[in-house]
């Protein structure tokens, strides 16, 4: 396979790109969702594709990847014509495509995910897998992405950047030549990140052409060589990296200048009624002894390195997960007997870090997920039916005051809304309870700038309507622009505490640096 696509690549017309894209359109029931995306991408470069979601990223992507026909446009590589029928088609031309949900079988070892496309036959016409030979392949493709680990290893037992490798590993068994990734670092430690980074750049060195898809503008100028900007369907920008800034590459996105990613802090103090009150909260091994308070209108950050603790505290504080000492109390109530239930009953509201996995019903329509939370209250009565008129009423108005962009409330399902909206839906469920405490676990996790500014904003609402509000984040950035106070966890301590205006990055970073490099 590998000698024919060296030989294609060997007679290239007239040095052809890799892959060239011209005049790509694509429409839906009429709607014109693409239209006219060209670009090129040349061997041993890195493209960056950026835009907001609904941009029309993914839609080129899929195209590219033969998961969608175009309604016009071709595309080739090295100077052929390319139209695959299928992404089995896709495949074989030498594309592969890194999604953002990896795409392997936790209940298998690395090894047989890395040979499920082909697995090798002891003899060919027997149903009989050739495991020695299956396990070395394996071996040298895990050598080929640095990862040294037992091809016989279970994939539930891996990190999310080892799992990241695997999937790289397994495009790199198929001969790729063209390497798609969606942001690839949304649940990567900045550890496993930079990991990632270098092996971009080892596949580049070898010839590979890299399309690279990220809402983290600076990643995107530091791995890629050109980068296109979609917005709207239609290719607005197309320029060499090292000639644009992340403030060109926002407005191009955006169509207009971002003067302010976060709003305008309130003028007026939070206000002295505390709304969540922490004292000595430990679990061994996780947490050990969490004081602090947020007040009613006061927005308190937690930051921390990965291992901090940081997720682990909501998760307490929320009643999914026990603590084995402390008390938790909202709006001078304690909640004694801690569970999910007792914390909604007492005003409290929590946005999990995986929206797909832990909050939303996502083959369900936007009322019915932003609904969810208010059933229990409602249904006193098993055999009473639901208010579903005031229900409806009222969950509509949640998802307005949001700004939720979808076709149809009912009927559109979750699935289909970008990442910002699906975030959005999450925050219109709790809204429509009208918390006393909100904790908020990366916000604005996988999400485009836009929708980030939209997020901070209707935080920032909450927060001048009096509700206490935690918010747990990996970008120090994001802490500083929106929060009041900031406390720094290591170990699952508090190591530090930080009031704004004294909020320093630096000085964040160092107390949980220090604190590590001493436990260490």
Known sequence: MSSARDSAASERAGGAPLLKVEGLRKSFFGVEVLKGVSFTLEAGKALGVIGENGSGKSTTMNIINGLLPPSAGTMAIDGRPYAPANSKEAARAGIAFIHQELNLFENLSIAENLALQAFPRRISWLPQIDKARMRARAADLLRRVDLDLSPDMLVNRLAPGERQLVEIAKALSGDARIIVFDEPTTSLTSREAERLFALVAQLKARGLGVIYISHILEDVLRLCDDVVTLRDGTMVDNRPAASVTTGHLIESMLGRPIAELFPPRSAAAPRQEVALDVRGLTQPGIVHDL???????????????????????????????????????????????????????????????????????????????????????????????????????????????????????????????????????????????????????????????????????????????????????????????????VLTMAHGEIVAEFTWPELDRAAILRAAMQRQEGAA
């Open 291 to 485: 004081t602090f308070r947020v007040m009613r209108g006061e927005i308190v950050g937690i930051a921390g390195l990965m291992g901090s603790g940081r997720s682990e505290t909501a998760r307490i504080l929320f009643g999914l997960d026990p603590a084995l000492s402390g008390t938790v109390a909202v709006n001078g109530t304690v909640i004694a007997q801690r569970s999910p239930r007792a914390c909604m009953a007492a005003g409290m509201a929590f946005l999990t870090e995986d929206r797909r996995g832990d909050g939303l019903l996502l083959p369900e329509g936007v009322l019915t997920n932003v609904e969810l939370a208010r059933l229990a209250d409602l249904r006193t009565n098993a055999a009473a039916p639901l208010p579903q008129a005031m229900l409806d009423r009222d969950a509509s108005e949640a998802a307005r005051s949001v700004r939720i962009k979808a076709h149809d409330l009912v009927r559109q399902p979750v699935l289909s809304l970008s990442g910002g909206n699906q975030q959005k839906v999450v925050l219109a469920k709790w809204l429509l309870r009208e918390p006393a405490v909100f904790i908020l676990d990366e916000p604005t996790r996988g999400i485009d700038v836009g929708a980030k500014a939209e997020i901070y904003g209707l935080v920032r609402q909450l927060a001048e309507r009096g509700t206490g509000v935690l918010v747990i984040s990996s970008e120090v950035e994001e802490l500083l622009g929106v929060c009041d106070r």
